[in-house]
């Protein structure tokens, strides 16, 4: 059986930007505990004081998160070049033994144009992919015939490039992503090879997304 201290670590720690309010002391935990009280209840099948949850938020160690926190930090002031692509533009089709075949082409078409930008991005039941405009074109003709789930023009992107410790290093895609999403910057898209990682947004919040992921590198 569960007990308090462990009921309320697992309640805050769902929530990565609690934790982190929590450990920066941003957040009253008198409050936090009035919070979350019926949650721990409910975990532990008994009430519980608020007093007791208090206590436990207070013991909660916040050693793994800043020794966590330390390693990203120097990780990112080692992050390659930032690249931006403007005037993107996002699709999503139903996934049929047809679709892979007209994917094929236009990557050929891909491969015999220097200056165009794709990526495909295959999922079990849908596949994702993202073009610049001198692929358009191509894009309209060879899948008129195919089911289009989603489509959204006027994106732009940020590819960075990952040192290869990014492997190791748990919490990466969560430190980048978290700065995107305290700046409310909603991502179309997400990217990744081993290396590489590319963030797909609205072209009118690009400025302010590069300016906050350079900051990173500071």
């Known amino acids: 059986m569960k007990t ?8 805050i720690r769902k929530t990565p930007f609690l934790e982190e309010a929590l ?14 009280l019926p949650e721990v209840s409910i975990l532990l099948k008994k009430q519980v004081k608020a ?28 992050l390659g070049d ?11 089709f139903k996934n049929t033994s047809t679709l892979f ?17 794709i990526t495909v991005s295959q999922g079990i039941f849908e596949t ?17 015939k195919e089911k289009l789930i989603h489509n959204i023009k006027n994106l ?21 992503l978290k700065q995107l999403a305290w700046a409310n910057i909603p991502l179309q898209e997400i990217i ?8 797909v947004v609205k072209e009118k919040d690009i400025n302010n997304a590069f300016a906050i992921l350079m900051d990173l590198k500071r």
Do not use: C, H, W
């Open 128 to 144: 994702n992919i993202v073009v610049g405009e001198a692929m358009l074109p191509y894009v309209k003709e060879f899948f008129i």
């Open 4 to 11: 308090i201290q462990e009921a309320v670590e697992s309640t």
């Open 51 to 78: 007093g007791a949850v208090m206590m436990a938020i207070n013991r909660l160690s916040p050693a793994n998160e800043l020794r966590i926190r330390k390693n990203i930090r120097k990780f990112t002031l080692s």
């Open 156 to 176: 732009a992107s940020i590819t960075i490039k990952l040192p290869k410790e990014n492997l190791e290093q748990p919490g990466v895609y969560y430190f980048i």
């Open 192 to 199: 990744s090879t081993t290396n590489e990682i590319t963030l």
């Open 101 to 117: 075949k007209e994917i094929a082409r236009i990557l050929n078409e891909a491969a015999n144009n220097s200056d165009s930008f």
């Open 23 to 36: 450990n920066e002391k941003l957040i009253n935990v008198s409050s936090l505990a009035r919070v979350i």
């Open 82 to 92: 930032f690249i931006v692509r403007s005037d993107l533009s996002d699709f999503t």
